[in-house]
């Protein structure tokens, strides 16, 4: 579960996204709070996919109250909650992409060479 944001620039990447995701391995599955694909549009690939468990993951830097709450949350309109009255078992995983060392390095690699790249030019 990513955020989201209803700017069209970011939509256009959240799309791109849950293309990329699809096109590589079936059983991932991109949704957002803010955007699209929405929760109701992973509901349907579930139910055409044929998926009755899922893992509910935050694609954010730090799960916090968006992922405690509207991810993993026991209020009725919570992914979590949602998801088990939609008939598919799910076990949230609290854990932000900033929890990842492998994903840290990556953008400190990144970091590292934009740095390199400004310090470059006159």
Known sequence: ??????????????DATATLCRR??????LGALMAKP???D????????????????????VAGLSASNELAGNNPE???STLRRGGIRCVPLLKGL???EDIVRIWLDDVAHMLADLAAKP
């Open 1 to 14: 579960m990513a955020h989201g944001s209803r700017q069209p620039d970011a939509q256009a990447a959240y």
């Open 98 to 100: 900033g929890d990842y």
């Open 42 to 61: 992973v509901i349907r690939e579930c139910k055409a996919a044929g998926i009755e468990k899922l893992a509910l993951v935050p694609l954010m830097i």
């Open 38 to 40: 929405s929760l109701d």
């Open 78 to 80: 919570s992914w979590t």
């Open 24 to 29: 590589f391995e079936r059983q991932v599955l």
